[in-house]
């Protein structure tokens, strides 16, 4: 191919392109009557998230505030009783609140700050991954050494269990705990503080029509 017809091809295609986008453009925007699947399912997503997380707190009471006070072995925060009490109510109520779509933006709020303290507090020293890996960007010399035990406990079960039953399930990893999760749960609440419960799924879109919608 010579250069002039480089030239005349380039051309054509620069002439064509804001048409190109005008379609595409319009053929994105007839999925608009259903934008309300994206909140739907971040809420759908969310719920049993948060409702395990509060649960979890209130089966497990005692043992849950003496991890939040003790600052030996665990995270040495203070009035760890009202905390626990606090956190799990949010994440209970906020589960459910998430899964009717009923104050969706304002109990994202203090979910998002739970999201946060958690990062910080109890993730942020183990890096980034949740589960640990030897290779990629986020690795660190902590998820490297994890893989080495990782994979001399593979060599053990392989020589002394019947690992083909061990793992037909799921391969053994090795957690690390990192703040990729805490972080990702704060996006999705972030984009749900934004758009709100969504349309026609959500008690939100319900009140507003019938309570709150401004008139004509």
Known sequence: MDRNTIK?????????????VARL?????????????????????LAPVFWMAGVQKFSHFSQTVEWFGNSETGLGLPAPYLLV????????????FLLLGFATRLITLPLMIIMLVAAYSVHLENG??????????FASPRTQAAIERLQQAQEILQNQ???TWLTEHGSFVVLNNGIEFAVTYFIMLLA??????????????WLVQHYFRQPD
């Open 192 to 205: 749900l503080f934004f758009s709100g419960g969504g349309r026609f799924l959500s008690a939100d879109y």
């Open 25 to 45: 453009r319009a053929g994105c925007d007839k999925a608009k009557p259903a934008e309300f699947l994206a909140p739907l399912c971040l809420r759908l997503y």
């Open 8 to 20: 005349t091809t380039w051309a054509l295609i620069v002439s064509h392109t804001p048409a190109i």
């Open 85 to 96: 009490l606090l956190v799990a109510l949010c994440e209970t109520l906020g589960a459910l």
């Open 128 to 137: 980034w991954l949740a589960i640990a890996s030897g290779d990629g960007i």
């Open 161 to 163: 269990g019947d690992y």
